[in-house]
Each structure stands twice: as C-alpha cells, then as structure tokens.
C-alpha cells in the first residue's frame, strides 16, 4: 500500500527528537490554553507564529497544529469541572459534562471525554492522510477558473454556516477581501488602499489581524465581565466510566466522529461546529431525551469526539488546495508563507517530508494528549486558580513583543492596536470576525486565480461556466446561498445555532 | 445601541500603542515591564505591586525566551539602537 509507505516516511519525520519535542511543546501549549477560558486556539497561534521563524518548517506545522487539537482536549476539562467552556467548542459539553462531575462522576465525564477525542483523532487522522493523494491529485487538474470558483465557494459555505445575521456574515467576508488586497498591486505595481503609508504598501500581516481580532477584542471583552469560577474540588475518584456508561458513550463516539470528520472538512467548519452538531444529533436521536442537560454521558462523548475529529479534518483543504476552512487554518497559511511554502496541491509531492511529516506527528500528538490529559488532569486544574488579572497583561506582553520581532517596526504594533478596536466593536455589533480573516486570507488569491482566469479567456467572463468542474463549484455556491434564503430553511438555521 | 466599556479598551489598547512608541528607545525589558504595569489597570483587581513584580518576571521571561531563545534582533536595554 501507497498509504502505509507515506506514512511511514511521515513518522520518520514525526518521530525525530526535535519534532517530538515541538509535538510535545504544541499539546501542552494547546492543553492549556485550552483549560484557561479566554484565550482560544486562534489568538495562541497568532501569538507564536512570529516565534516559527526561526524553526524548521516542518517543526513549526507540527507546533501550530498540536495547538489546535491539544485545545479541543483541554476545553473539555473546563466545561466538565467549571461549568464553562475553555474553549468555544466546548460550549456544549458543559451542559451534561457539568452535571456528571456535580453529581461524582467528574473522573467518567473526563475520561469518556480524553478517550473520545483520542479515538476521533486517530480516525480522523486517518482520513486525512487517505484523502489528502487523491484530492491533490485532483486539484492538480484544477486551472485559475477551478481554483476562483472553489474559493468563491468556500467563501459562501462560511457565509451559510456563521452564526447570526447572513448579510453580517457577507459584509465581514467583503471588508475582508477589501483588507487583504491592501498593498501594491503585483501585475501593475500600484499602490492601493495604503493612503500614502509606506507600511502599507507590503499589505497588512495576517499575524498583526488575527492578534488584534482574536487576541485584544477577547481581552478587552473578558476584562468587561467580572471573574467568576466555582471549581468543584471533590477529588477525582473513580477515573473509569462503568460499563453501563461505556456502553452508551461508545457509539455516541462513533457518530460524533463520524460528524465531526465531514463537517470540518467543510469551510466554516471546523471543532465548534462540529461539536453542536453532534450534541443536537445526539438529542434528537436518543429514546429518552429528557436525559440531557442532567448528566447523560452521550452530550460529552459525542461533542467531545466530534469537536476533535472536525479540528483535524479541516487540515484537509488547507493541506490539499491551500484554502484555509476556518480562521485557525488561516494562520496555518500564514505560517506556511512565512516558511517560504506555498501553500496548495504542489506540497505533497513537493515536500513529501513536511505533509506526510505533519499528518504523522498529529496522531503522536494525540497520543501525548490522552497521556498528559488523564493521568495529569490535577496539574492542569491547577492552573485554573491563575486569575484573569493576573493572566491577560501576560499576553498582550508576548502579542506585542511577538509583533514588534517580525518586523522592527512600531507601526505594525499600532496596526495590531487598531484591529483590537475594530474586532471589540465588531464583536459589539453582532459580526462574526472569523469570516473575516477568512476573506483577508483569501482576497490575494481569489484576485489573482480571477485575474489569470480572464486573461486565459481573454476577458470572457463565461469561462467559469463553461469549464464544468468550475461550473458545479459555483452552482453548489448559488445552491447554498439560495437555500438558506428560503425561509423555512433560514428558520431552521437559527433554531440549530441557538441549541 | 450596544454598551461599550469604554475604560478596558482604552487602558489595554493605550498600553500597547505606548509600548510601540518606547520601545525602540528604551528596549525590550523595560518596555514589557512598563507595558504590563500599565495593562493590569485595565482590571478592576488592579495591585500595582503585583503587577509590577509580574512585569519584571514576565519581561525577563520575553528577553529569554524571544532574544536569547530564539535569537530574535531586538534591542533590549536603553540606547541599543
């Protein structure tokens, strides 16, 4: 099997002392930040991208991927003990998770939770080492009209599955895209959007965006609401679920790996959507309903799952066709740049050692993850005594020593500043900003593929119907945008995002 | 109309524009202390002693970990650069 000699050079690369190392040094990173509410996945990486430059390329994907995973592990703990999420995707795993542990079984909850997620990594991890050949096989077919269309595709599909009002959700998209082709123009040399700025005329760092959206709004927005934590103490006696509780919770676990794989995939995806999703299958699905919200092992185990498999697969189409599915995988582009990679289905067979690198280090990983989230749970506990007050000056310190690194320069640091402002009110006013840095990310190349698209065609606009890949990708787009315009439909929507 | 809060945006954002603007001059570990003294105001549980003995720490942690560790060219005391 093709499959098995890839992976196997990729554990090569996985299993080397530093890469371990920077595996290890992503978990715990991604463990606890996931424990601590208030800083998520997206403004961590934000904040350790500027320190990847002087990594191998390959050490620096491992560290930012096990970010992102070890986070969907380390939420769990949170929403099971303190009845709040760590983590935004495990919004819905306090709601049973938090009702076990009151009720004693604390130490059930965060195994079925530790065993799930490692049980949907590996699955998960599977699935994207199968898929990923023959999807860039693919998208090595795939012309400038493919590559606009598939964007525009995936722009729409982050559209319909944000939360709240469709029209915010496009208008983040189109300050997006506006944002990211900020700078000089490639084919022609001139200067847009730079209002006579020097700075500006490089473009605006993604590093110095996602900092200012994830990272300042959400301090600015914590520091608002007054600190609050009711841990329960009682010690964790009784680590394993019985066998009454494992029975339930094991096929919860496959469908919420099931979801969670193909719904991470998708671009607005990713762990948070992934995990309602499962939650609202399991509640629907279960023969006695009522159970839920009391402490029923199937809203932790499914959730849990599903939020780690949909953290995982939504590797795929940044690794396969360099289109990042959701904010996290937007920064991985990022760090792919910086590296001087890019990103698309060239890597694969390009830097065979970096992919198959990468996808074998998520599996080790994950089986760090289980050991440092079971048998240390009381350590990472601990840390949730660290008071907000204490915490937050921390890391804006490293936000803006991080930035300031990059490039020498003070402006970047006012930039970062500046977006702070922008995500607080954007945040305020109900607009999601991860559809944002999506079109921030994707502006560049959707301009681009659009312009090489017309000049092949020699201006014709009707080259991106008359190629028929293109021309599904977009009439999937219109397709969904229609859908969730038809009122029945829009009303399902916001009931499934209020659960 | 949403309620904004006016006093955490200000202080949290004033401080990070104040370290842009100093630390050039004055280098990387007397900015971070400054820069964390002045953002521990932005909370209600502000203890200028605390904070201050956390900027220290925190800052001598930056300098190790961003100029000795990872071999970054920033400047770290007054007149560097």
Redesign the interface.
């Known amino acids: 099997m093709e499959l098995f000699s890839h992976l196997a050079v990729g554990f090569g690369v996985a299993l080397t002392p530093i890469n371990l190392l920077y595996a290890l040094v992503g978990a715990l990173l991604g463990t606890l930040i996931g424990v601590l509410p208030g800083i998520g996945p997206v403004a961590t990486i934000a904040m350790l991208l500027?320190?990847t430059?002087?990594l191998q390329p390959v050490s620096a994907l491992i560290m930012l991927a096990g970010i992102y995973y070890g986070a969907q592990y380390g939420g769990s703990t949170t929403a099971i003990l303190v009845n709040m999420p760590g983590e935004s995707s495990s919004v819905v795993t306090c709601l049973d998770g938090y009702q076990m542990a009151r009720r004693g079984q604390a130490g059930a909850a965060l195994a079925t939770a530790a065993l799930g997620s490692f049980f949907a990594g590996t699955c998960a991890t599977l699935l994207v080492a199968a898929v990923s050949l023959p999807l860039s096989a693919l998208a090595l077919k795939f012309g400038p009209a493919e590559y606009f269309s598939l964007m525009v595709l995936g722009l729409i599909g982050a559209v319909v599955l944000a939360h709240g009002s469709l029209v915010k959700a496009i208008a983040m998209i189109i300050l997006g895209l506006l944002l990211g082709i900020v700078g000089t123009d490639v084919n022609s040399g001139v200067a847009r959007f730079d209002f006579g700025i020097p700075e500006l005329s490089d473009g605006i760092g993604v590093v110095v965006v996602a900092m200012g959206l994830f990272g300042?709004s959400e301090?600015?927005l914590n520091?608002?609401s007054?600190?609050k934590r009711e841990l329960i103490t009682t010690k964790l006696r009784g680590m394993w679920p019985t066998k009454a509780q494992f029975k339930l919770a094991a096929p919860a676990v496959l469908r919420g790996t099931a979801l969670g794989s193909v719904l991470g995939v998708l671009p607005g995806g990713g762990a948070m959507l992934s995990s309602f999703a499962a939650y609202s299958l399991e509640k629907r699905i279960a023969k006695d309903p009522s159970r839920f919200g009391k402490g029923a092992i199937e809203g932790v185990a499914a959730p849990e799952a599903a939020n780690n498999a949909g953290a995982q697969t939504s590797f795929i189409p940044m690794l396969t066709l360099g289109i990042p599915s959701n904010p996290v995988m937007a920064l991985m582009i990022g760090a792919m740049i910086i590296q001087g990679i890019q990103p698309g289905p060239n890597v694969i067979t390009e830097k065979p050692e970096l992919f198959w690198g990468l996808i074998a280090s998520m599996w080790v990983g994950n089986v760090m993850l289980l050991v440092l989230n079971l048998p240390m749970i009381g350590m990472w506990v601990k840390f949730l005594t660290v008071?907000?007050?204490?915490l937050?000056?921390?890391i804006?310190?490293?936000?803006?020593?991080?930035v300031?690194?990059v490039s020498?320069n003070?402006?970047d640091?006012?930039t970062?500043?500046f977006f702070?402002?922008v995500g607080?009110?954007l945040v305020?006013?109900?607009c999601e900003p991860a559809p944002m840095i999506l079109g921030f990310v994707i502006g560049k190349m959707l301009e681009e593929y659009l312009r090489r698209a017309m000049l092949l065609s020699r201006g014709d606009p009707l080259v991106f119907f008359q190629r028929p890949i293109s021309a599904v990708l977009l009439i999937l787009a219109i397709a969904a945008l229609v859908l969730v315009l038809i009122p029945s439909v829009s009303k399902k929507r916001e009931e499934a995002f209020r659960e | 109309m949403p309620r904004f809060q006016w006093r955490p945006l200000f202080i949290v954002l004033g401080s990070v524009v104040l370290f842009g603007a100093i630390v050039r001059s004055v280098g990387v570990a007397l900015s971070t202390v400054i820069l964390i003294v002045a953002a521990s105001a932005a909370s209600r549980e502000f203890r200028p002693r605390e904070s201050l003995i956390a900027g220290v720490l925190l800052a001598a942690l930056a300098v190790g970990v961003f100029v000795i560790g990872l071999q970054l060219q920033l400047p770290i005391w007054p007149g560097q650069q």
């Not at chain 1, 008071?387 to 204490?390: A, C, K, N, R, T």
């Not at chain 1, 804006?396 to 991080?402: E, L, W």
Request: proline share 7%.
């Open positions: 500027p320190t430059y002087a300042f301090i600015i520091l608002e007054t600190e008071p907000y007050h204490v937050f000056p921390g804006i310190a490293v936000c803006c020593i991080g300031y690194s020498n003070a402006f640091v006012y970062m500043a702070g402002v607080y009110v305020k006013l109900d």
